[in-house]
């Protein structure tokens, strides 16, 4: 094994027996459930495309530590009353709710907790500031990610999007997005952008957005009902197709699960990823006479990951048990045979069934071409929708049929559970939340609400206990909003029209531009390798430990060498390039307005800043121009960075863990940086505050952010 792996594989485990306490890193001290998810099984995945991957084993890895799990029948109504007693009394009020147990809360529930978040949650209450999240109304015009992309590309390439209709240059941006025959992006684009620029939107909304629990909770559901770029060249010439499923996402976050399930059945994205665009009923091919069976692959899917799930459950996620002693299938091949005539006659609107995708709307709900619906009568899951229905009708019963089998309550629950408090739940944790689900028929806001608030959750926040690995795009937005993240004013960007003539066209701000991640990171929003997400849900590294104990490590699937290594270096890039003073130090300017207008070769375009730690050296220099540093002795100028190191210590680890460091790491780091030395030859202001940033903040920074206490949650 390679030795960085074995390592990590030690340093999970010390997190996850030793990290806090010997053996109580999760919240409870029931055995976990365990159940083989889908990534790890292909029983009933013989007819997926390869959007869906083949790299599947057939094995049982099912870890039997909990006699539950071996039921031999469904104990799903032992209990089908719902808690209407829970005052929520377990959960902090007032002064008990300390910044660290609000810091732990907000980085569960949002894209990362900030010190404004943090004072906002402590006056409102916990219950009354998630209650007031789960209200907030989706706003189109400020959170959708296709309005962004379109916006950019038309300011930038004018020409190139108005070509196909008469050589127009000044078509709307509302003219855009309705729905008509004026569609963005028809033909390939020749720019090949909108990816980019979709990342960029997505990374606004999640550092940005008031909406923070929605912008969570689409996210975590881009990890469930999967539609990815996957080197697929669809998305790579028409990535808008992404943004307007990205927005589906964003707006019924808080609808029930069976409408946010139907909007992205009809999205173009999806039904290009699972291939049902353009699926014909049975039929005889007229050019070679083989029958043609409808597309199985969304009928396979649509069950498997966003639905039932593979193997029967019970109402807490413990898998049910044959005479045979073996799982259950929830389906055989002849429900996947019938629920895929269902996903017949669909296709982009004003296209031309089943021929030109690259010439159809991918930023509008797809289209009934009834002629090519299979219109008989469907027989699955014991359940039958009658003959002479729409398209639209049959998708409708096959997705109310699915939400309320018995299996998608504890299915998704735990899906859900995974994303945003704990990588194994135990069984009753499962069973509040899916009992929650299957009582409300799916209604995301409750389920939210439930996820978050259930004790075990509060029981780890009170005795700070870690419970899951933040994922590598979790870990990046709560560093940039720890550290004060900015977007550019504006952007100009040199456009080439022609061999001789370029111009210059400004894009006003906020502007963020960081494109996919996914090569340094192993994740990115919308760049799963698979359709069975960055990794599985019931991955338990390869550790004797791990297996004996039932512990479960999702994220740690993609801490590979290659993504360490990657994410280690860039925000040993980014914690000192990205920031405010040194980035206009080295520039020689005084605004960052300035900045902004100037050509950069960075990727990325945001801003941090620091500005919460100058006044320790302030208070110890005795001024805030900083070039009076450098009139001390050498001497002194030692005793004020070793002075200032530990307070540094302390106000960054607040900043960046909402609490204090443990004595023995905060020691190490004191030791370190109390004779660190700054190296600048110049004596300006500037270039003193460039190198404490140099040398000490980022520096120490990096140190907190690569260490377990911040990886953990």
């Known amino acids: 094994m390679n030795s960085m792996i074995k390592f990590l594989i030690i340093f999970l485990l010390a997190l996850f027996v030793g990290g806090c306490e010997m053996g109580t890193l999760f919240q409870d001290t029931n055995t976990p459930t365990v159940t083989n998810d889908s990534n790890n099984d292909t029983d009933h995945n013989t007819n997926t495309n390869n959007n869906a991957d083949n790299t599947n084993t057939n094995t049982d890895n099912t870890i039997n530590n909990d006699k539950d799990n071996t039921n031999n029948t469904d104990n799903t109504n032992n209990d089908n009353t719902p808690d209407t007693t829970n005052d929520y009394s377990y959960i902090p009020k007032g002064s008990d709710l300390t910044y660290a147990k609000a810091y732990k809360f907000l980085n569960m529930a949002t894209f990362g907790a900030t010190p404004e978040l943090v004072k906002e949650l402590q006056q409102k209450g916990v219950v009354s500031w998630l209650d007031e999240q789960l209200s907030m109304k989706y706003d189109d015009k400020d959170e959708s990610i296709l309005r962004k992309v379109i916006k950019n590309m038309i300011t930038y390439w004018p020409e190139d999007y108005g070509k196909v209709y008469n050589h127009r240059t000044d078509i709307t941006l509302e003219e855009y997005l309705a729905d008509n025959d004026v569609n963005f992006n028809q033909g390939w684009g020749k720019k090949q952008s909108e990816l980019a620029y979709h990342s960029s939107a997505i990374f606004q909304g999640a550092l940005d957005d008031k909406a923070q629990v929605r912008q969570r909770v689409a996210y975590a559901l881009s990890q469930i009902i999967i539609a990815s770029e996957s080197n697929d060249q669809f998305f790579v010439y028409k990535g808008e197709a992404l943004s307007f499923y990205y927005d589906v996402l964003l707006k019924y976050a808080f609808d029930s699960y069976s409408t946010l399930l139907y909007k992205v059945s009809l999205t173009p994205a999806m039904s290009t990823y699972l291939t049902y665009n353009g699926n014909e009923k049975k039929h005889i091919d007229t050019k070679t006479g083989a029958t043609v069976f409808p597309d199985e692959n969304y009928g396979r899917e649509i069950m498997q990951l966003f639905s039932i799930g593979l193997y029967e459950l019970n109402i807490d996620g413990t898998e049910q048990r044959g005479p045979d002693g073996k799982r259950v299938p929830t389906y055989v091949q002849e429900d996947v045979n019938n629920i895929s005539r269902v996903f017949t006659g669909f296709d982009y609107p004003h296209s031309e069934f089943g021929r030109y995708f690259q010439l159809g709307d991918a930023t509008h709900e797809l289209v009934c071409y009834e002629q090519y619906h299979d219109t008989g009568a469907k027989k699955f899951l014991d359940e039958t929708i009658p003959a002479n229905k729409s398209c639209l009708d049959d998708m409708k019963a096959t997705i109310d049929i699915l939400i309320q089998n018995k299996n998608t309550a504890p299915h998704i629950s735990k899906k859900l559970i995974q994303r945003f408090t704990n990588s194994t739940p135990n069984s009753d944790y499962i069973k509040r939340v899916a009992t929650v689900f299957r009582d409300t028929n799916g209604d995301l806001k409750a389920v939210i609400k439930a996820v978050l608030l259930d004790k075990s959750v509060w029981d780890n926040i009170d005795k700070d206990k870690a419970a899951k690995i933040k994922e590598p795009f979790i870990v990046l937005t709560n560093v940039l ?109 005084t605004t960052m307005d300035e900045y902004y207008g100037l050509k950069h070769n960075e990727s990325d375009y945001y801003i941090i800043s620091y500005d919460e730690l100058y006044p320790i050296f302030e208070k110890l220099i005795g001024d805030k121009d900083y070039s009076k540093f450098q009139q001390n002795s050498k001497a002194q100028k030692a005793k004020i960075i070793k002075d200032a190191v530990p307070l540094v210590v302390d106000k960054l680890s607040i900043m960046l863990l909402g609490k204090t460091l443990d004595e023995k790491f905060r020691s190490k780091l004191i030791e370190h940086y109390q004779y660190a030395r700054f190296r600048n030859h110049s004596n300006t202001h500037k270039a003193i505050k460039a190198d404490m940033v140099t040398y000490i903040f980022s520096r120490m920074a990096g140190d907190i952010i690569l260490s377990d206490y911040f990886m953990v949650n």
Request: proline share 6%; no cysteine; hydrophobic share 30%.
């Open 481 to 589: 909003r720890a550290l004060h993240v900015q977007p550019y004013g504006y952007m100009l960007r040199g456009i080439r029209l022609d061999k001789t003539t370029s111009v210059q066209r400004r894009l006003e701000g906020p502007v963020y531009f960081i494109k996919n991640k996914y090569p340094i990171f192993g994740q990115w929003p919308t760049f799963s390798p698979t359709v069975f997400n960055f990794y599985g849900d019931d991955f338990v590294p390869d550790d004797e430990e791990f297996k004996i104990r039932g512990f479960f490590s999702p994220e740690a699937e993609i801490l590979t060498t290659k993504f360490i290594t990657g994410t280690t270096n860039y925000y040993r890039q980014i914690l000192r390039r990205q920031d405010k003073d040194t980035t206009l130090y080295q520039y020689g300017i």
